[in-house]
């Protein structure tokens, strides 16, 4: 019996020393392994992703291709209590795995305009505005304003240019969630309101800041927020967006032929005009309130969609420093031959297949 039990545990600690794939043919009448066949890896980092791919959270933050990595910056938060990150950068080569860096804040560089901490942000690379080639439009705590701030990494520092756009300029009561997206060299910033999401063209210019372009067009009704643009051609765009109803939240999206919409559903319907559009993601027993949806990539194969947000693990809605967890998640989503995204995902702990390439 002791010889069997020494067998089982031979076979076991070689089985794990052994890349997943390989398999093993024992002479179970004493002899041991006589012979290891390999029939190619199946490891599941080999085909797969681990979400959440950032823990423990990218607060209410960014995603975007830098000149050599992708990087996320956060809300200011503090991972560790008593120890403030000043809206902390994290850079990748694949979206996968993630190395922290420094803050996109200097201490002395944090908005003077306010007390208040930046909760939310939106950063792109802005490359034809010479010595200023990062842009950051963000929103303080307590504030009824949107600022901006140039760098000329995109994991800063960034230099703060004060406060751009006011609720009262907008001519509403309140203004939130700002998302920026270079179009080649043209420049737009997106905000909600209480009536709805906006897209406003901007001017960029290192000596003079950002300035407003033209008047706003309206995107989305007032139930649909917190939006992101992707632009997959010249002539066809997605729209993702924050949907919050009976206080759950959950990602949909919509299409247009122009950055500036309409945004329509798969039925034509507008999301400017009440459509929620389409669903895309939504929460499950262990993670609840997809939101802020940050940017989606596209694979080097144009196949899928690589979705970028934040969701709330229940029980681990915040970190013991007392500030909002919401780790990162990458979801993948084909693209059919229609344009329009395959199938639908709940947030989901663990592998996630197919790896972004």
Known sequence: MKNIVKYIAACACIGALA??????????????????????????????????????????????????????????????KGLTNYCPTIASNNL??????????????IPAWSTGRINSLSVDFARAVTG????????????????????MTAQGPFTDRGSFLTAADAGSQTIKDPFFIVITASYYLCYSTEEGTF??????????????NGDPVKLTSSQLSDIAIVRHSASQFYLFATAEQNGTKEIRYAMAESVTGPYLDKSGASLADGSLGE?????????????????????????????????????????????QRRPLFVTPFAIGED???????????????PRFE
């Open 339 to 353: 344009g329009w995204l395959s199938g639908t995902a709940t947030v989901q702990k663990g592998w996630t297949s």
């Open 279 to 323: 669903p895309l993601v939504s929460g499950s027993t262990e993670f609840v309130n997809p939101e802020n949806p940050m940017r989606a990539f596209l694979n080097s194969e144009g196949t899928h969609y690589y979705l970028c947000y934040n969701a709330t693990e229940q029980g681990k809605e915040t970190m013991t420093s007392g500030y």
């Open 19 to 80: 890349p997943a794939g390989m398999t093993s043919c024992t002479d179970m009448g004493g002899d041991g392994i006589d012979s290891v066949v390999w029939n190619g890896s199946i490891n599941p980092e080999n085909n797969s992703f681990h979400n959440p791919v950032i823990e423990p959270s990218v607060e209410a933050g960014t995603v975007l291709r830098g000149a050599s990595s992708y990087v996320a910056i956060s809300a200011t938060t503090q991972w560790a």
């Open 199 to 212: 897209i406003q063209r901007v001017n960029l210019n290192r000596n003079n800041g950002a300035s407003r």
């Open 96 to 109: 996968m795995t993630w190395i922290t860096g420094n803050n996109a804040f200097t201490n002395d560089g």
């Open 132 to 151: 200023a080639t990062y842009w950051m439009f963000y929103t303080i705590e307590g504030e009824n304003a949107i600022g901006a701030a140039s760098g």
